[in-house]
């Protein structure tokens, strides 16, 4: 057995992938809701629409997008052998707990918010990704060239109740699973320093607050003004 594949089965091993792709998704999250700013402008569209092509045309584009769905998927994978390995390794509970005392809520309960957001981003690519890919888009011309009107499927999406409460809820639950992943990421890469550390909980903290209050407010804005 080689090194790697030592170290790819052991905890700490383990940690560190969970600590790399949840770092390579916080960088698409801050990406992804930058992009998504566009559906404010007022302008019909265009300027989302004009961003959207270039997302899903431009070659350096597509290749993170696959390291997005490798990252993705290596995050879901690990986080579960690291939840059956820590239940393995204590199967009876403490006689006396105090975890709300050692611990926050949402380092306590990172595989529920973890699952819940996975059910929200299964219904997001049905809604989104997978019809923006091989679905019936309409086209749009700006100037002398055709573009799909991903705007109008956005649009026409946040106008159900159900789904801009899903969007908003799920932002929510997102933020809790950020604010414990940020700094924990972090902490496993080794990069805990008392002169630095403060600032980059601070920025955790900012972070997991504004990227999904930004996600949450596009289904609201769409929904009160379409």
Known sequence: MSWVTKTLKSTLGRKLIMALTGLFLILFL??????NLLLFKGDGGEAFNIYAKFMTTNPAVKILSY?????VIGHIIYSILLSQHNKAARPVGYAESKASTNSAWSSRNMGVLGTI?????????????????????PMVTYGE???????????????????VALYVI?????????????????QTLGLNHKKYSPAIKAI???YCIVVPA????????IYFTS
């Open 30 to 35: 801050t990406g992804h809701v930058s992009g």
């Open 67 to 71: 390291l997005t769905y490798i990252s």
């Open 117 to 137: 957001i996975l059910i929200f981003l299964v219904v997001h690519l049905q809604g989104f990704w997978a019809k923006m890919h091989w679905g019936e888009v």
């Open 145 to 163: 060239e055709e573009y799909k009107n991903l705007f109008l499927i956005v649009s026409e999406a946040f106008k159900q109740e159900w789904l």
């Open 170 to 186: 799920s932002m929510g639950f997102l933020g809790f699973h950020l604010s414990h992943g940020f700094a924990s990421a972090f």
């Open 204 to 206: 955790g903290q900012i």
């Open 214 to 221: 930004a996600f949450a407010s596009m289904p609201l804005y």
